[in-house]
């Protein structure tokens, strides 16, 4: 439910990928990191204020936390740089009590 909501908020050739247990990357296409801030904060926010329905009688309030990350130059083929900087906002988001969306200092991209 939560990768359709994700998905469905999205421009339809970016894919939310199932990462680890409850985490998830997008992977955003031509975004600078400023936009990508605001990408996270607006799936945050859309998180946060509507609840999944999951049936008659349960309503699954959920929030996010969000690290944001930009590709650089001198960063692996693979993107492991990458994947690293954004987890470590996660947890830098998930530290500072969650429901967040933490990015690094602005850095020059790709």
Do not use: C, W
């Not at 600078?32 to 859309?46: D, F, K, N, P, S």
């Not at 959920?62 to 492991?80: E, H, I, P």
């Amino acid at each position: 439910m939560v990768a359709e909501r994700l998905r469905h908020n999205m421009r339809f050739y970016e894919t939310p990928f199932r990462y680890g247990g409850e985490e998830f990357v997008i992977l955003l296409k031509n975004t600078g990191l400023m936009e990508a801030e605001r990408v996270g904060e607006r799936l945050r926010q859309l998180m946060d204020t509507n609840p999944f329905v999951i049936d008659a009688d349960l309503d699954l309030s959920l929030t996010v936390s969000v690290g944001v990350a930009a590709l650089k130059r001198q960063d692996d083929d693979v993107g492991m740089a990458l994947l690293g900087r954004a987890d470590s906002n996660l947890l830098k988001a998930k530290a500072a009590g969650r429901n967040r969306v933490v990015v690094s200092s602005i850095e020059p991209s790709v």
